[in-house]
């Protein structure tokens, strides 16, 4: 990459602007560091990309082609290269997939930044321009999109294994996607039918097995085992179901002191009054019917005690303790009950029912499972199973991006081709249309088209296809009128890719592009870096 060089100063009026030398340099270095970030992600694009190895300080290894989870366990020290790494995550909380799309364009885009500084543009001109080409951008590619019905389930299912099949879980998007599509729209409040909380949608990990024994539970699942220390039941069927937040153990004195017991009869009465007061709560949960208890994780002292789980056993009452406070939420909206913060205040009125709550052996540990809850909210569950821990993460990954795809389609009903074929044919349109314009524009707006070609030139790059061959083909098939050419990477040749099954949401696209030119806008507008300590 060739260095700037400053102008020799003229003679004349121009002395007062004597240190732009410097103001170029922090912009190019900027733009370098932004490049370099953008190159790391670049060649897991796509089906056939790359997947990166990532071991953090604390010796755990992940692998993954996600970008937003590169970027996101990369220690970027550089400001403007950090633009980047928010730049991704930005894109996870918009679209959720597109993630290294979304970086690669940008790194595109400073690129062409690059050479237009050169030729002495103005960067205010050249940051007018290309957000004028963006906005032109998303009207072309909403002109070219299609339509989609949440009701036509099979054109969700494509996207959704569309963008699994950039994943190490690849050969599994026939059993994810399916998946992903059903419990989004389990999910989705006929009330709000453009909203989704994929908070929702609760997935949870257990070793053992492989990716394909991964299912979708209606109902409750617990990656716990049933506290039976004393021999509770492990099995109830028309489960009445209390999520408590209090402690069923003596009670503890409010500051420190300490009790000094002088004799026996003392103690004995101590150990008397714990008894009893144990049993009374014990019979006071038994009185409402109650049969399932699910105890809030306690800081403060023990949730449960020997004792209390003995009486607890001999009430035929199911014990699962140390549930997560961030879980209550979802468990009582998915019982459609109330937690019950003292025992006071427990009746009938507040607890869930369920056909059969049971614990199951999975792998080499327990699970416990609810089903059958009686008007049960609006929640799903997927238990998501691999033979290594590495496999899980990126198998959970790769599920919450089609859920986010899933989700895209929810909110904006529209699906476009994927493949290279929108970017393609965006860097036609916008070609044709910076003719069209007048000075500086035009020439701008011109590289911003020719940035868009980085996206089809990376993926034949990363099929081992010959990427000038294939990218000059698809601009021949576009001129021709065929918007929907892309690369189809399994055949390694160009086709018609909506009927290769190959679409993805609009909102990836759009969003993918409006982010990007805006980080590479505000990277153009520095002009200098000032440290304060």
Known sequence: MATTVAPPPRAGKTESYVDNKRKDDIRMSNIKAARAVADAVRTSLGPKGMDKMISTASGEVIITNDGATILNKLDVLQPAAKMLVELSKSQDVVAGDGTTTVVVIAGALLKQCQTLLRSGIHPTVISESIYKASVKAVEVLTAMAVPVELSDRES?????????????????????????????????????????????????????????????????????????????????????????????????????????????????????????????????????????????KSILRDAVTDLSLHYLAKAKILVVKDVERDDIEFITKTLNCLPIANIEHFRAEKLGFADMVEELSVGDGKIVKITGIKDMGRTTTVLVRGSNQLVLDEAERSLHDALCVVRCLVNKRFLIAGGGAPEIELSRQLG???????????????????????????????????????????????????INAGINVRKGQITNILEENVVQPLLVSTSAITLATECVRMILKIDDIVTVR
């Open 156 to 296: 969700l299912v494509k996207s959704a294994s569309t963008s699994l099949n950039s994943k190490v879980v690849s050969q599994y998007s026939s059993l994810l996607a399916p998946l992903a599509v059903d419990s989004v729209l389990s999910v989705v409040d006929p009330e709000k039918p453009d909203l989704v909380d994929l908070r929702d949608v609760k997935i949870v990990k257990k070793l053992g097995g492989t990716v394909d024994d991964t299912e979708l539970v209606k109902g409750l699942v617990f990656d716990k085992k049933v506290s039976h220390a004393a021999g509770g039941p492990t099995r109830v069927e028309n489960a009445k179901i209390a999520v408590i937040q209090f402690q069923i153990s003596p009670p503890k004195t409010d500051i420190e002191q300490s009790i000094v017991v002088s004799d026996y009869t003392q103690m004995d009465r101590i150990l008397k009054e714990e008894r009893s007061y144990i049993l009374n709560m014990i019979k006071k949960i038994k009185s409402t019917g109650c049969n399932v208890l699910l105890i809030q």
């Open 432 to 482: 044709a249309w910076s003719k069209v314009l007048q000075g500086m524009e035009g020439f701008c707006v011109k590289s911003f088209a020719e940035a868009l070609e980085v996206v089809p030139y990376t993926l034949a790059e990363n099929a081992g296809l010959n990427p000038i061959v294939i990218v000059t083909e698809l601009r021949n098939r576009h001129a021709q009128g065929e």
